[in-house]
């Protein structure tokens, strides 16, 4: 398939709810195929459609565990539930997350150490995963996306005021502007 080149920050597609899947053909079957591929050249452990300018709920993961499991899969109008995040500081290390739409930059964001995803395969069939730790934060990033949020937009004070200044410095935040993974060096 193809590496597609991911958009950045301030680009509508990024900033707006993703439409649900209709159907799942070949036209659907041949975007994840891309969206593996782009995610595997960034390198990330998730990308959802609008990432790479596609209006459509779907995102894919790939991301092994500490016990060796690997967790590959692609979620198809997913609903993720997810209780309410603890009431704390974001840990420097620990909460540390990246974006490939927010290219080589990291903040520090608490989310749920718990989420469960529902969503449909590529074989139209329904499944559900329920998420601990690293794959949580995957699931709630990756469906974020597809609400039109990115995690910058949910950072507190002072890490947000530090994201928006990133932005600014790299001239993103407007329409128009993406990189190329196994081209342009920046990683996410």
């Known amino acids: 398939m193809a590496v597609r080149p991911i958009c950045i920050t301030g680009e509508p597609v990024l900033h707006s709810p993703a439409a649900e899947v209709e159907v799942i053909d070949d036209d659907v079957r041949a975007l994840v195929a891309d969206m593996f591929d782009t995610m595997e050249a960034a390198p990330g452990v998730g990308l959802a459609a609008p990432q790479i300018g596609v209006d459509a709920r779907i995102f ?15 979620a198809i109008n997913p609903e993720l539930l ?22 080589g ?30 794959l949580a934060r995957i699931f709630q990033h990756e469906n974020d996306h597809l609400d039109g949020v990115l995690y910058v937009d949910r950072l507190e004070h002072p890490h947000r005021k530090a994201a928006q200044k990133a932005i600014r410095k790299q001239s993103w935040g407007s329409p128009g502007r993406s990189w190329m993974p196994g081209v342009d060096n920046l990683e996410g």
Do not use: K, Q
């Open 60 to 74: 894919v993961y790939d991301w092994t565990d500490d016990d060796a499991v690997r967790w590959r899969g692609v």
């Open 82 to 103: 997810v209780s309410p995040p603890p009431v704390e500081e974001a840990d420097e290390e620990l909460d540390s997350e990246g974006c490939l739409s927010v290219p």
């Open 105 to 134: 930059e990291r903040f520090p964001l608490v989310r749920s150490a718990r989420s469960v995803l529902r969503a449909i395969d590529l074989e139209g069939e329904p499944y559900e995963i329920d998420a601990v730790g690293w």
